[in-house]
């Protein structure tokens, strides 16, 4: 199966202007594009969460397209082999990369993470066996700053909570993404 080629247009200035870790956010903008465009054959074997994704996605005619081929081969599986887990996991070492290498050649780019970006604990791990030995302490300084930021934003909600208000709970989804990456980007 070939990598969607309008993803790349999705740069990486663009997946840090969302606020959250710049890899998942390129491997959401890639997975959601693959879901969009994704040949049936490349469907052949889903995991949970990618055939749950392709059953809300659209447009309808493709999901229509895939699960029509999955329910002929008589809906074999094997979530261990799944065509879209396979092909998110090519696109990250890509993304990891290109950012270790953004990083490396732009200081202010680096300056910029350490002050203000996040990076979850995945592809932090993932960025650190990329960069030059001088970043990976900034990698680890993004990492601790997101850490407490947390940990102050979950006790502000705890607090609110007490409180009898639920406002604030994007905090909990943000918390997720930092522990284990964006949705169906790792399993
Ligand atoms: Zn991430
Ligand atoms: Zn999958």
Redesign the pocket.
């Given at each position: 199966m070939k990598a969607v080629e309008p993803v790349r247009e999705f740069g990486v200035a663009q997946a840090l202007s969302k606020g959250t870790?710049p890899?998942?956010a390129l491997l959401r903008e890639f997975q959601n594009d693959l879901i969009d465009t994704l040949a049936p054959c490349a469907a052949e074997y889903l995991c949970n969460f990618h055939a749950w994704a392709i059953a809300h996605a659209t447009p309808a005619t493709s999901v229509v397209r895939i699960f029509s081929r999955l329910l002929e081969s008589g809906g074999a599986n094997d979530w261990t082999r799944c065509g879209i887990c396979e092909q998110v996991l090519k696109e990250e070492e890509l993304r990891v990369h290109e950012v270790a290498k953004e990083l490396g050649s732009r200081a202010t780019l680096a300056q910029w993470l350490l002050r203000h970006g996040s990076?979850?604990l995945?592809?932090a791990t993932k960025l650190r066996a990329f960069v030059p030995d001088h970043l990976q302490e900034v990698v680890s300084q993004i990492v601790q700053r997101n850490l407490s930021e947390m940990k102050r934003d979950l006790d502000l909600y705890r607090k609110q909570i007490e409180h009898g208000t639920k406002a604030g709970g994007g905090v909990l989804g943000k918390i997720a993404e930092f522990l284990v990456?964006?949705r169906g980007i790792t399993h």
């Open positions: 870790c890899i998942c990076i979850c995945n592809h990456s964006q």
